[in-house]
């Protein structure tokens, strides 16, 4: 039961991001999509981080800058073809992830909160002074863009289902992560590292594990970027990115795939809305922002789930007698998401 | 006759402290396979802490812990669940943001005989063994009764049975020793007598060693075989349940504390 | 080889006591409430721009600083009481969004009003520098390390010798039974979050003359904060000022020695080493909270 309800929610999302493009008038929406991909793609690894395993990372867009830099470097300025390009990109922030993985992790809270950050804001200023290699706070420029067994891709509607498609993959392995032995034994670390270890669960390896997963996933965003816009800016990695990676997560709603999803389209282009609103727009997206947490506390799909709950109560209003809610097998395996 | 069963569980001059305080002193415990086997003591006489240093929450100052004469000492919480030490706790620990079959799915973690590649592929040994270790999960609820709530998150289960399906999750590691932290803490009566009926099934029929650190004098001396009693993180007395019972310093430093 | 260090000690103490008074902010509030507060830099954006606005509004410069804190403090106020208390006992996590969304909407509203220039403040006493030792040594130095230490005596004498002192101190250690003994925890936190916008509007108000302010100043100022109050040990008042001075001191011998270039970069090298080593900073207990 619980397994196709999955398989039909990952086919109603493939066909809701190969109809996307068709809805829109023009080439710069589809590039808004396109950042919406990217960023729920982070968003995705980030959330098996924090709304699954309950470790928080304040410095996230530090490993979204490393490979989108690794990348640009590669085929920039040592002239390699894109395809070493990408790959190395990503072992960068795997790399860099793996190694800073065991002494983080061992922090708990508001002290793994501090080092994430810490670690974000070192990689940015390196980012901004190592000029010789980043091109500095000015940016790096004429990255090549993306070319892969001969197809170059040169439309944006071409690179958004390029990145359509590994934003699904990524949700599809996220999905049978989560299902599995692994998925329970982070979401275990989550609520008790006491009790999940007293199961058997190598916890520093899970979480190293996990750290790293969402590494790769923002390093795939990185590199994807990087050959998007074929320019990269320090400014795009710094705090405020991580913070906003963050928001993601939550205000999607935490633990959830599809919040992730949620959370980083609507954020994403959520200023692209607010643009009518000019010089107020970053007002407006603060308000938002608390307004949300005040009233959503469980994010926008947990927010769903609870109208769709209250629906169908309101539907279902006259239960046969002597049946306890909620015992109807696979309730709330399918409204978790 | 119970000195022919075998040593399950040796622990040998264990001594803790945290800070300042001495919470165990040159402490010996001896678990026999298929006995049940309880600490008593009065309110921080370091019961839990004995329980910590066996499943190695709690870095001892010296002493050594064996199981079935492997040494354990030193090594890390889930390495000696692999070995076969697995604990309940006295503040519950349920996995609350699981369903009941996952919280006991996860304690089988060490039995799905699959790797991260078969879930990534979803391989027939993938199915094969999350549905194997799916119904051997739900055999553990049936155990303590809970089969029937599989599917409810954790959660919302009284805090009786979320107790039970601690220890559901416990025997779904498949254990040789499982120490058990107050598991009747907050039960009525009649919950409690399930409790002890269940505990003995799980000496007799699982065959798995217990340890029971337990407050409910009526049930640590209905499953007891031995006793070892704890006064201010010292041994005051071990022996059957007759023989505590009997014993007047026992008698004197807790039962007529009562 | 160590040619300057006694300059490099002053300013970095005159910086370190801004962020001293920032991390003193973020205990405050984290004692009372649990909560991480991300507008904290906001507040001391806001005690430094405020001076500069009231200044400029024909306010004498004593009376515009002590407007200016006393405004940045009412905002901490309402802060508590608009977005914080009715959230109640959310998720950390969520709370420390929404402190987020706070920090967002006040720069906003900073930007909006006074755009996004960069604004002087006037030395307390002129700016003609004092030699001392091999140093020399600006008067406003002098005015922020014993205006800091005023604050830090008052703060002292507050928390041992009134009622109000007492009950926070209570109220950090044991919420629940602060409640039962009377002590109001609503009350707490908003006075917390008061006192809070008070001690950082004093550091952004005292910091101004020597660093100028924008409307952006906060994020950094805060994200020093928050680092100082981790390395003396969060929850500790004593480690968050002792923190604060370590990391201006830390900060200024990096960049006269090794490189300015990566000045902001020196302190959180060595507060992620040092978390490394000892998890739960300088002078953290043992046990810390989870996010």
């Known amino acids: 039961m619980a397994v196709s309800a999955r398989s039909l929610q990952l086919a109603v999302f493939a066909g809701l991001l190969a109809a996307a493009p068709l809805a829109l008038p023009n080439d710069y929406y589809i590039n808004i999509l396109i950042l919406c991909c990217f960023n729920a793609l982070i968003v995705m690894g980030l959330n098996l981080l924090m709304g699954y395993a309950g470790q928080v990372s304040l410095g996230h867009a530090a490993f979204f800058g490393l490979a989108a830099y690794t990348t640009a470097f590669v085929t920039a300025t040592a002239g390699l073809p894109v395809w070493a390009g990408v790959p190395a990109g990503i072992a960068v922030s795997a790399l860099v992830a793996w190694l800073i993985a065991v002494p983080t992790l061992k922090l708990q809270g508001n002290y793994l909160a501090m080092a994430t950050l810490g670690f974000g804001i070192i990689v940015s200023i390196v980012f901004n002074e190592a000029v010789n290699i980043t091109g500095g706070p000015s940016g790096f420029v004429g990255i090549p863009r993306l070319k892969l ?17 590994v934003l699904w993959l990524a949700t599809l392995v ?29 916890i520093a390896r899970h979480k190293r594990f996990v750290f790293v997963l969402s590494a790769v996933y923002a390093g795939v965003a990185g590199t994807l970027y990087a ?111 | 006759m119970a000195e022919l069963l075998p040593e399950l569980l040796a622990v040998r001059g264990v001594s803790v402290r945290f800070g300042g305080v001495q919470a165990l002193t040159e402490v010996d415990l001896t678990a026999r396979a298929g006995d049940i086997t309880s600490v008593i003591g009065p309110n921080g006489a370091g019961k839990t802490t004995l329980l910590g240093v066996i499943n190695g929450a709690v870095t ?124 009747a803490a907050g039960m ?30 009526e049930l640590v001396m209905d499953v007891s075989d031995r006793i070892t009693v704890l006064n201010f993180g010292r041994i005051l007395a071990e022996g059957t349940p007759r023989e505590i019972q009997d014993n007047p310093e026992v008698v004197a430093a807790y039962l007529g504390e009562d | 080889m160590l040619f300057g260090a006694p300059q490099y000690l002053v300013s970095g103490l005159t910086v370190g006591a801004t962020y001293g008074l920032t991390a003193l902010g973020f205990t405050m509030i984290y004692n009372t409430t649990g909560i991480i507060n991300f507008a904290q830099g906001e507040f001391v954006m806001l005690g430094g721009m405020l001076s500069v606005v009231l200044l400029k509004a024909g306010l004498p410069l004593p009376l515009a600083i002590l407007a200016a804190v006393l405004c940045s403090a009412l905002a901490g106020c309402l802060m508590e009481r608009a977005v914080i208390r009715p959230v109640g006992r959310a998720a950390p996590v969520n709370l420390v969004i ?76 044991e919420r629940k039974a602060a409640a039962l003994m009377g002590i109001s925890v609503e009350r707490m936190a908003m006075f917390s979050f ?76 060595v507060l992620l080493l040092l978390l490394f080593v000892k998890p739960t900073g300088l002078f953290g207990g043992p046990k810390s909270d989870r996010v």
């Open chain 1, 149 to 165: 067994l001969g197809y170059a891709f040169t439309s944006d509607t071409a690179y958004y289902y390029l990145a359509a498609g």
């Open chain 3, 194 to 269: 008061g006192m809070s916008g008070f001690l950082g509007a004093v550091g952004g108000a005292i910091l101004t003359p020597i660093t100028l302010t924008s409307y952006d100043v906060g994020v950094m100022l805060g994200l020093k904060g928050f680092a100082a109050c981790i390395l003396g040990g969060l929850g500790n008042p004593f480690g968050a000022a002792a923190g604060g001075l370590i990391l201006g001191v830390l900060e200024s011998f990096g960049a006269g020695f090794i490189s300015s270039a990566y000045k902001d970069a020196f302190a959180f090298i």
């Open chain 1, 174 to 202: 996220s999905r049978r992560i989560i299902d599995s032995r692994t998925g329970r034994a982070l979401r275990a670390i989550h609520v008790s590292e006491q009790a999940a270890q007293a199961m058997g669960v190598d």
């Open chain 2, 60 to 183: 001892p100052l010296g002493g050594s812990v064996r199981l079935d004469g492997a040494d354990l000492s030193g090594r890390p919480i889930f390495e000696r669940a692999a070995a076969g030490v697995v604990r309940t706790f006295q503040n519950l620990e349920i996995f609350s943001n699981m369903t009941v079959l996952e919280n006991v799915m996860t304690g089988g973690h060490l039995h799905a005989g699959y790797t991260l590649l078969d879930s990534l592929l979803r391989t027939p040994r993938f199915r094969r063994e999350e549905k194997r270790l799916a119904a051997l999960c739900r055999e553990k609820l049936d155990f303590v009764g809970l089969a029937h709530k599989a599917h409810l998150p954790a959660a919302d289960l009284p805090y009786g049975e979320q107790r039970l399906l601690e220890i559901a999750r416990a025997i779904a590691v498949e254990p040789k020793l499982l120490l058990l932290d107050e598991p």
């Open chain 3, 98 to 173: 929404i402190t987020i969304g706070v920090s967002i909407l006040v720069r906003g509203v900073v930007m909006l009003i006074w755009g996004k220039d960069t604004f002087a403040l006037p030395a307390f006493s002129g700016a003609k520098p004092l030699r001392f030792l091999e140093a020399s040594v600006q008067p406003q130095s002098l005015w922020v390390l014993a205006i800091t230490l005023l604050v830090l005596g008052a703060l002292k004498l507050f928390f041992s010798r009134t009622i109000h002192g007492k009950a926070m101190l209570a109220c950090a250690c």
């Open chain 2, 188 to 217: 009525n009566n009649k919950e409690t007598q399930q409790l002890g009926a269940i505990i003995r099934r799980i000496r007799g029929e699982l065959s798995i060693g217990v340890v029971l650190v337990e407050h409910d004098m």
């Open chain 1, 227 to 337: 050959h998007h816009l074929t320019f990269v800016a320090p400014s795009s990695f710094g705090f405020n990115f991580s913070v906003q990676l963050i928001t993601m997560v939550v205000l999607g709603g935490m633990a959830s795939l599809w919040g992730a999803v949620a959370g980083a389209f609507f954020l994403t282009s959520l200023p692209e809305f607010l643009r009518v609103f000019e010089e107020m727009d970053i007002l407006i997206y603060g308000a938002m922002l608390v307004a949300c947490m005040m009233f959503m506390p469980s994010g926008l799909v947990g927010g769903l789930g609870k109208l769709a709950a209250w629906l169908k109560r309101k539907l279902t209003a006259n239960p046969t007698p002597g049946q306890k809610p909620g015992q109807k097998p696979g309730l709330k395996a399918d409204s978790r998401g």
